[in-house]
């Protein structure tokens, strides 16, 4: 969407606080023990205590309030009483919801328990990615630049990227133009970044795989190639200068 009143601006700023809040507790609440099904229900909670509701379901009908990966799953992890997170887990939680006809996404990928191993490096590099990616944004910037961004940030610090998944426009609706702001360079996508307009930003940063594929569940995704996958993501407003990063309080950068 585009903002083109104070009101809009305000709608998208709550459904995005709500969002931001809710991937921040629920990052808070994840530790060993739990199953990704408890930390789906306690963010469930967070969100209708807030007045909003799970973009997924309503949208596609997803067997769950939020996504949540683990380990191995890029994307699209179904909340589970079966899966238990366990100390040096790599977790991904993506929190997306509709208040008063306005709608926000943003997640992140960190590692259960706050400890350093094989996968935090790869979780340092996709948050410094976004970071760099989103402060490369304003009004006028072609599209496929911000993709190249991450791509060869990704690359020069020995990663890969996945090239089916992207960022997206958001605001009125889940998804909407731009329907891809791919992680790699699109030589023939010729469309800009406009100012006013409110986009979500991702990074899908991968040890092995190029491209995500779908399971028999028909929801989770897991890498062509296998291996890990950090994804970060902001919804922000295009400017003439800096975005507004209004999931800003999600603390994915801290």
């Known amino acids: 969407m585009s903002i083109t009143s104070p009101e809009e601006l305000e709608g998208m700023q709550q459904i995005s606080q709500a969002v931001a809040h809710t991937l921040k507790c629920m990052r808070d609440y994840a530790r060993p023990g739990i199953t990704t099904k408890e930390l789906d229900d306690y963010g469930a909670s967070i969100l209708a205590s807030l007045g909003a509701k799970s973009a997924p379901k309503l949208t596609y009908g997803f067997p769950g309030w939020t996504c949540i990966s683990l380990n191995e799953e890029i994307a699209h992890g179904i909340p589970s009483a079966k899966k238990t997170l366990k100390t040096g887990d790599l977790i991904n939680v993506d929190v997306s919801a509709e208040l008063n006809g306005f709608w926000a996404d943003n997640g992140g990928s960190f590692v259960v328990g706050n400890v350093e191993n094989e996968y935090t490096s790869l979780v340092e590099t996709s948050k410094a990615i976004l970071r760099k990616a989103i402060y490369s944004i304003r009004d ?29 426009g958001v605001g009125r609706s889940l998804h909407e133009d731009p329907q891809e702001i791919l992680n790699c360079y699109e030589r023939f996508n010729r469309q800009r970044f406009k100012k006013n307009s409110v986009v979500a930003i991702e990074t899908f940063i991968a040890t092995h795989s190029y491209y995500a594929e779908q399971q028999p569940d028909g929801w989770t995704l897991l890498g062509n190639r296998g291996g890990f996958v950090a994804q970060h993501e902001h919804t922000i407003v295009v400017t003439e200068n800096e975005p507004m990063i209004l999931t800003a309080d999600n603390g994915i950068w801290n």
């Open 140 to 168: 006028g910037v072609k599209i496929s630049e911000i993709g190249r961004i991450i791509e060869t940030e990704a690359k020069e610090a020995g990663y890969k990227v996945i090239r089916n998944l992207a960022g997206h």
